[in-house]
């Protein structure tokens, strides 16, 4: 049983427009979330984090929210650019060494 | 900058080989992972070190084992390749931090084909 899910395996979205990739969770007690993007042929990479105790984090383009009533994460990209084309994976945390990750959404930036 | 490395980019194995993946980190990290990605399953742990020489078993750990003899350094093993361990494999590290999880930086990968 997949604790963390993200429902959509892909999203396309016109170059300067707004991504929205979402990622639902099941178990309450998660306290740490995270995102990461993944080119072909390369390891994920960190992109942003926040922890269960706020709503919202910002980093330039990026904002994750965290909505924990609805046990949903989603991560906002405006304005979104060709090279975000990439899979991005959100992952959650109980407090303890591991992550726990989702299966991932491809996202295409048309030009 | 955090370097993780990994000592092959791509592997083709036969079945029921010994297979061994090796990682390294060059930032002192205290934690090391080993997960396979594959398709619409995103990354799935199989096993994790906190310290040298000790592990973790993760959610899938049938069929390897691991070995971290120094703390810069994470194997893993496949004892006797199968087919359904064709993936790719990637290696991450993290400090230990009070909060538990911490950010986890990953390596290249490793995609492994057994025939």
């Known amino acids: 049983d997949q604790q963390v899910k993200q429902n959509s395996p892909s999203l396309s979205v016109q170059e300067g427009r707004i991504s929205i990739l979402n990622c639902d969770y099941t178990?309450?007690?998660?306290?740490?979330f995270l995102w990461y993007k993944k080119y072909p042929a390369e390891g994920p990479t960190f992109l942003i984090s926040i922890s269960s105790i706020k709503d919202k984090n910002e980093d330039g383009r990026f904002t994750v929210f965290l909505n924990k009533s609805a046990k949903h994460l989603s991560l906002h990209i405006v304005p979104s650019q060709p090279g975000d084309s990439a899979v991005y994976f959100c992952?959650?945390?109980?407090?303890?060494?591991?992550?726990?990750f989702g299966s991932g959404t491809r996202l295409l930036v048309r030009p | 900058d955090v370097k993780v490395t990994q000592s092959s980019r791509y592997l083709v194995k036969r079945t029921g080989e010994k297979v061994f993946l090796e990682c390294v980190q060059d930032?002192?990290?205290?934690?090391m992972f080993w997960y396979r990605q594959d398709p619409g399953l995103g990354l799935r742990l199989i096993y994790f070190s906190y310290d040298v020489k000790m592990k973790e078993k993760g959610d899938i750990p049938e069929g390897y084992s691991v070995s971290r003899e120094k703390k810069e350094r994470f194997s893993l093993i496949l004892e006797s390749a199968s087919t359904n361990q064709t993936s790719m494999y990637l290696c991450?590290?993290?400090?230990?931090?009070?909060?538990?999880?911490?950010?986890?930086?990953f390596g290249p990968g490793t995609r492994l084909t057994v025939l």
């Open positions: 178990n309450s007690m998660f306290d740490y």
């Open positions: 991450a590290s993290s400090l230990l931090s009070s909060r538990g999880a911490d950010t986890q930086y």
């Open positions: 992952a959650a945390s109980l407090g303890s060494y591991k992550l726990i």
């Open positions: 930032m002192d990290h205290e934690n």
